[in-house]
């Protein structure tokens, strides 16, 4: 075939078909005659990122490019390309120019909405999704984008609604079907999460969807099938190190501790976090117990429940410990009774405030109320019912530190479970109270912290109450109270604690 017009015409149809090879054969037969073609030029260039070169596609796009700058549908591939890359403020540029050449290209506004969410600009994501979706309302792609950026920002029913809409149009969207199960299971919909990864996994074996599935099962309680999911994972992806991490995690679950540090090492050997998973290891009795959890993990724990939280920690776990800690401030004379109608007196300080479920205990007490956590998700709930006077995102002990005696009640529920050695906390507590001040805290107790603390099987420290009166003293501070109580439930146990309340005497 001599005419290069019919060559391109036929590499059209065939890379239309999924004929890779043969329309890359006859696109470069026309580049070869005619080296400024911009079609040959563009669509051979499609042909390489689909085929895994982004960087060649990209030089060809480019080139197609000055040969025509005005066609949108090449700007648009060239920012994939560039997104694939790793350029995502080239892409975003690529993408932009597409739709200044075009407004009315939905794909490019999806695509434009995928890097912004790449590049952590959240609003701007979600504003081009639903340009998309305005410009083509049945877009698949577009919904289920936009269910993920969704599920990042933790509005999970949200979430779980964009994934339907795009399983409306696609009914087989593997894609959907996972963004629908991670919405599910963040909303503790574990069997319809868990339906939702069955359905994914039917159409098409994946090994991020077992991942999830395993995910949900645990959480559920269901340890046996979860190993079962993460073994599925790890069959298809024998280097996927989230799955293995996680399936130490449920190993160390069912007790089978030996076989935990053999997966926490693989973990660790596939480049899993190493501050975590030596914590892990620290609970099974490898290395030293550190002195407090890693602050990710922390931060990354509560950023995934701020959904959630209050439902799960009172309808799930049956806790208790801020009606508690009322009830102990309640028998020294502090309550919203014992006011007695006069104007509020004490600032306090919420440490580890997350969510605000002290908040209605502590408002009726205080003058100011001040919260810290490093939850910024968190932080957002908390601000919702407007108790509180000052939040900041921080960790707890950098924002003490200089903060000399500005409070005159500092109240900790259930933060001192990822502390383990208390003396700096209560060293910076002690200076920021006034003389008088009190602290009120709770603190898990358990089987094996000896004369101090360690780590339980559920990543929490639980400290020895002999420990606690004794740092308590050291920073100087009168213990008034220290009484037993039980402060949740776990798999349907106890989890006993102590409540206690200390006395700033400096």
Not at 172 to 180: I, N, P, Q, S
Not at 295 to 316: I, M, N, P, T
Not at 484 to 504: F, I, K, M, N
Request: proline share 5%; net charge negative.
């Amino acid at each position: 075939m001599d005419n290069p017009a019919a060559q391109l015409q036929q590499a059209v149809q065939l890379h239309q078909q999924g004929r890779l090879e043969q329309a890359k054969g006859l696109y470069q037969q026309v580049l070869a005659r005619q080296p400024r073609q911009f079609d040959a030029l563009h669509l051979l260039g499609v042909i390489e990122r689909q085929q895994g070169d982004p960087r060649r596609a990209a030089l060809l796009i480019e080139a197609a490019l000055q040969v025509d700058p005005r066609q949108a549908r090449a700007h648009c591939n060239l920012g994939a390309a560039l997104q694939d890359l790793g350029q995502p403020e080239a892409a975003l540029a690529s993408y932009d120019s597409a739709l200044r050449l075009d407004p009315q290209y939905a794909l490019a506004w999806d695509n434009r909405g995928n890097t912004l969410r790449r590049l952590g600009r959240m609003p701007e994501a979600l504003d081009a999704y639903e340009r998309a979706l305005l410009l083509k309302p049945a877009y698949p792609e577009a919904w289920c984008h936009r269910a993920i950026l969704l599920q990042d920002l933790g509005r999970f029913a949200d979430a779980a609604a964009s994934a339907e809409r795009a399983l409306a149009s696609r009914p087989g969207y593997v894609d959907a079907l996972l963004a629908l199960g991670n919405a599910c299971q963040a909303l503790e919909r574990q069997v319809d999460a868990i339906a939702a990864y069955d359905r994914a996994l039917a159409l098409a074996e994946r090994a991020d969807v077992w991942c999830a599935r395993g995910a949900a099962l645990k959480k559920s309680g269901q340890l046996v099938a979860a190993l079962a999911s993460y073994d599925q994972a790890l069959r298809l992806r024998p280097d996927y190190a989230l799955a293995a991490h996680y399936r130490a995690n449920v190993l160390r679950a069912l007790g089978r501790n030996q076989e935990a540090r053999t997966a926490y090492h693989r973990a660790l050997a596939l480049g899993c976090d190493t501050v975590e998973i030596r914590f892990a290891l620290a609970a099974l009795g490898e290395g030293e117990v550190p002195a407090a959890a890693p602050s990710a993990y922390v931060k990354d724990l509560f950023d995934q429940y701020a959904g959630h939280f209050d439902r799960h920690l009172v309808e799930v776990l049956g806790y208790r410990t801020p009606l508690l800690l009322g009830e102990l401030l309640g028998r020294h004379g502090l309550s919203a009774g014992a006011a007695g109608g006069q104007p509020k007196l004490l600032d306090v300080l919420d440490l580890g405030c997350g969510t605000g479920l002290c908040g209605p205990i502590l408002r009726p007490l205080a003058q100011t109320l001040t919260g810290v956590d490093l939850s910024e998700k968190m932080l957002d709930k908390a601000r919702e019912p407007g108790l509180y006077d000052e939040l900041a995102c921080a960790d707890i002990l950098e924002w003490l530190h200089g903060r000399q005696a500005q409070w005159d009640l500092v109240l900790a529920a259930d933060v001192f479970v990822y502390v383990g050695d208390l003396a700096p906390v209560f060293g910076q507590v002690g200076a920021a109270l006034r003389a008088g001040g009190l602290f009120a805290f709770s603190v898990e107790t358990g089987k094996d912290e000896g004369d101090g603390y360690a780590i339980t099987p559920s990543n929490r420290y639980a400290h020895a109450p002999d420990y606690v009166r004794a740092t308590a003293r050291a920073a100087g501070f009168e213990l008034l109270e220290m009484s037993p109580a039980v402060l949740r439930r776990e798999h349907e146990t106890d989890v006993p604690g102590q409540l206690v309340l200390l006395r700033a005497i400096r």
